[in-house]
């Protein structure tokens, strides 16, 4: 056993991290074994246990677990993009979320995690032609987490989509790598356009609780999307907008603004900000 862990964080450190936790949590509260587990310890191997998951999440009378399980299974398989980003949006949740002090917590407990995990499944069917069926990952996605992403939907990896609710990306969006954002955003259209019709967020952008973004415009990288704020306009990179209708209000601040995580827009820098405008 010593030598199979040995190897296990040799070629899977993530997966390596979180059974020792898992092992850890039941020691500190072993009402929580039978739940740790069937959802970790019980799996070989991290795709295995975000399939398990997944499907248990996502389960229902009209798609029974075991269904949802084989078809996890099958993407997580064939496609090892799919484990790799979900590997990188652990890393990611555990780096900017204070709340997040273990690598368990976002397979066990967070449902921005979660969905976009989900989503990650729906997006691998919907380019097999299976549009159906992942438009049914879509709904019950919406249902369980109150995140609607829709499956054709381009989104990177090393996300951190905190607290989660109402999260709404639209079929055309665009997410690069690295993004960071809060509940209540909307990545949307404008409902003039049937094509391409959704925003492309580019790399470590930080998007705030409640902003909406909206048309088929580009927030540059590193950019910083103020709380609340709707933007209807092309954002350059490595700028902070703010504001209904969103202008630009000064620079990011930073180089990665999604790692930072910094919010305190008129509070820290805000005298900088207003030069800088």
């Not at 030598?3 to 020792?20: G, M, N, Q, S, Y």
């Not at 499956?151 to 690069?176: F, L, N, Q, W, Y």
């Not at 048309?215 to 902070?240: F, H």
């Amino acid at each position: 056993m010593a030598h199979t862990k040995t190897k296990l964080a040799e070629f899977d450190p993530v997966w390596a991290r979180i059974a020792r936790e898992a092992e850890a949590a039941i020691a500190d509260e072993p009402l929580m074994g039978g739940l740790i587990h069937s959802s970790v310890l019980h799996h070989g191997s991290f795709e295995s246990a975000l399939a398990y998951r997944i499907s248990l999440k996502l389960a229902s009378a009209e798609m029974p677990e075991q269904i949802l399980r084989e078809i996890c299974d099958k993407a997580l398989g064939a496609d090892d993009s799919i484990g790799l980003a979900a590997r990188a949006d652990i890393v990611a949740v555990n780096d900017r979320d204070p709340a997040c002090d273990r690598f368990l917590l976002p397979l066990l407990f967070f449902k921005g995690f979660q969905a976009i995990q989900a989503y990650r499944i729906a997006h691998w069917l919907w380019g097999q032609g299976r549009r159906d069926l992942a438009r049914f990952f879509q709904m019950r996605c919406s249902e369980v987490f109150g995140v609607d992403i829709h499956p054709a939907a381009r989104i990177g990896k090393g996300i951190m989509i905190d607290h989660a609710h109402s999260i709404v990306i639209g079929e055309t969006a665009v997410v690069g790598d690295n993004v960071s954002m809060l509940h209540s955003v909307t990545l949307g259209g404008t409902g003039k356009e049937e094509e391409d019709r959704h925003p492309k967020i580019g790399n470590g952008v930080l998007i705030g609780a409640g902003a909406k973004v909206l048309g088929n415009i580009r927030v540059g990288d590193c950019s910083r999307v103020a709380a609340g704020s709707v933007v209807l306009q092309e954002v350059p990179p490595c700028k902070t907008v703010a504001g209904v209708p969103a202008r630009i209000v000064g620079e990011a601040g930073c180089d990665q603004p999604s790692v930072s995580m910094d919010q305190l827009l008129g509070v820290r820098g805000s005298e900088e900000d207003a030069d800088a405008s």
